[in-house]
């Protein structure tokens, strides 16, 4: 991939606390991918990754900019445009990305709370609760796989790196800052 010139500006994208969120995150569905036996430590990371979708999205009601809510809606319209004129470069979120993000926070939601539910006395023995939780982890599984291509595919497309711009917070300023 080549790689954006040394003299090319640089603007913060992602804040600290995004880029904290976004790590626990993939840490805790990597160990939590590893350790699937359901025993305590797996209960507990997982619900270290519910308090990080939390804590990200609480951050979005008080955050400016490319961390708030407000930059965080994704559009069927929007969408349909930016497929349209051939996935510009955004300095933030891609509407694409938008949606992914959602997706995967509802989806870190949904595990946390099928995770609790299995555990209640009033589901003992019950294999549904446990089914869900199954069937939710891999699809967290496939759209984490699609995030990864599609990270990867975009830093290729627009010549930038995004893992590292995730890493630094720092992206190249860009022709389309309204992204």
């Given at each position: ?13 992602w804040d600290a606390l995004v880029r ?78 938008l949606w992914m993000v959602w997706l ?76």
């Amino acid at each position: 991939m080549p790689v954006a010139p040394a003299t090319a500006a640089r603007v913060r994208v992602w804040d600290a606390l995004v880029r904290l969120a976004h790590w626990t995150l993939a840490a805790v569905v990597l160990v939590n991918l590893v350790r699937d036996d359901g025993d305590q430590i797996h209960r507990l990371i997982g619900y270290v990754g519910v308090g990080a979708v939390a804590v990200r999205l609480l951050w979005a009601l008080l955050a400016r900019g490319p961390a708030s809510l407000g930059a965080l809606k994704p559009s069927l319209c929007a969408t349909r445009g930016y497929l349209q004129a051939g996935a510009p470069r955004c300095v933030a979120h891609d509407p694409l990305g938008l949606w992914m993000v959602w997706l995967l926070w509802l989806l870190v939601l949904l595990l946390g709370l099928t995770g609790w539910i299995s555990r209640l006395d009033a589901f003992w023995g019950e294999d549904w609760p446990v089914d869900i939780h199954a069937w939710l982890a891999d699809a967290l599984i496939v759209c984490v796989v699609v995030h990864l291509l599609g990270v990867a595919s975009m830093s290729w497309h627009w010549r930038e790196n995004l893992p590292a711009a995730m890493l630094t917070g720092r992206k190249r300023a860009g022709e389309d800052a309204s992204h």
